[in-house]
C-alpha cells in the first residue's frame, strides 16, 4: 500500500517530496517544546498550486493518512507537529505575491509568503498590512492565517482576522472552495472566511489568501517609558488610553527581560527600572508632536527616553525583538506562553507569575502586548533537568489556571496546538466547544487535518 501511495505522490509532486528518514526529521516538530516521543511524517510534499493540494487530499482521505499544513514551522504550541502515517505540506513553493492593488487597496498573496517581506513589498506602493508577528522576519502568511497572529499593533490596528477578506481552501474531500469574494466588505452568506482564520489548520488546507490594505500612516515615534513598579506600567497604559490617545504600540516589558535584553544586546537599557512601556504612536506627521506632548504628559513614568530618527526607532525596536532570542541564551531551552487577561488585572498576573516562578525556582522574563491585555512570560529551562521539568509543568497548570480566574484566556495568538488543548474544557462554555467539535466533524469527517490539534 505504500508502495502506491509513494508512486501516487510521484505522480502529483514529480520531485518535489521527501521520504528518506534524514530528511524528514526537520519536519517533525515546531519551536515548541516536544516532550513526546519525536514522530516523523511519513513524506513531506511541496505544491506548487491548490490542484495539487487537492489531488493530496484525495489521495489521503482514500488511505486514511493525516495531512499536516506547514510554513516556517514557528508556532509555539505545537500546531504542525507530524503524526504517525501523515504527510507535511510545505508551502515553501507557494510564496507568490500574486497581486496588489493599489486602487482597491487588496492584495492576493500564497500561504508561503513570508510576513516580513510582504510588508516591504506593499510599502513600496504607500500601503500598510499591520499584523507584526516578533518572528515577521521568516513566519509565513498562511501560518499568520492559521494562528490569527497579531503582535504590538494589534491595540490599534487589530490582528490578521481583521485583514482576512477571502481564502482559497482545498476541503477533505479534494474540493476547492472560495469562502466569499476579493471585496473588504460583504455580509452575504456565513462568514466562512473567519472561520478558517485561526482554525490551525483542522478544517481544510488554505491555499491563497486576500487581504486588505491600509495607507501606510506618513510617520512613526518610538516612545521607551521606564517605571519603579509593573503597577505604575500598566496605569500608565490606562492613562494613555483615558487621555484619548491610540499608540500602534503599548509593549510591556518586565525588569528580568530588560536585564536579560541588556545582558546579550547592549544597547542602553535602564537595567535598574521595574518595568518599562515601548509606545509606537504614528499618523500624520503635523499630528504626531501634539500626540507626543500628550502621551509625556498622561504617562507618569520615572523617565522617558524618545527616538529622535528612524535610527532610533529601529535601535529600540530591535532590542524589543531580541527578547525571545535573549531569553535563549539563558538555558537550553526556552518555552514562550501566551495568555490573555481584562488590562486592568495585567500587574496582578504578572506578580503571581513572578511569585510562582520564585517558588519553583523557575527562571521567566515577562513581556507582552499591555494594550490588549496579551502577556508572553517566557521561561528559560533546561527540560533535560527533570526536577525542573515536572516544576514547569506545575507553573504552567496553575499559569493558565490563574489567567481564566482573572476573566481571562489561553491564547491572544498563539494557538492552541498539542500543548493547550487538555484547558479547553476550562475555558470555554461545554456548549460552544460541543458545537466546535460538531463543525470539526462536519468539515472533516475522517479527521485527516491536522489530527490530535485543539481537541
Known sequence: MLKDIKSELKRIFKNN???EKEDLYPYA?????????????????????????SDLVKLCSQNDISVIARGAGTCHCGGCRSKKDSVVIHFSKMDKILEIDKENLVAKLQPGVVVGDFQKEVE?????????????????????VALCAGGPRTFKYGNTKDYVINLEVVMADGSILHTSRDIAKSVTGYNLTQLFVGSEGTLGIITEITVKLIPMPEKRLVTLAYFDSVKDAAEGVNKIISSLLTPSTLDLLDQNTLKTIEKFYPCGLRTEKAAALLIEIDGFADCIEAQQIRLRAALGASEIIQASSKEECEAIW???????????KLKPNVITEDVVVPRAKIPELVEYIDTLCKKYNITVCIMGHAGDGNIHPNFALDLNDKNETENFKIVKDKLFAKALKLGGTLSGEHGI??????????ALDSAALAYMEKI????????????YKMF
Open 29 to 53: 516538530y515546531d519551536t515548541s517544546p516536544n516532550s513526546g516521543e519525536l514522530i516523523l511524517p511519513r513524506y513531506v510534499v511541496f505544491p506548487v498550486s491548490a490542484s495539487q493540494v
Open 417 to 426: 496546538g498539542c500543548e493547550k488543548k487538555k484547558y479547553l474544557n476550562s
Open 17 to 19: 517530496f521527501l521520504w
Open 440 to 451: 470539526k466533524k462536519l468539515f472533516d469527517p475522517g479527521n485527516i487535518f491536522n489530527p
Open 318 to 328: 530591535k532590542a524589543r525583538r531580541s527578547a525571545f532570542a535573549s531569553v535563549a
Open 124 to 144: 513600496k506602493s504607500g500601503l500598510f498590512f499591520p499584523p507584526d508577528p516578533s518572528n515577521l522576519a521568516v513566519s509565513t502568511i498562511g501560518g499568520a
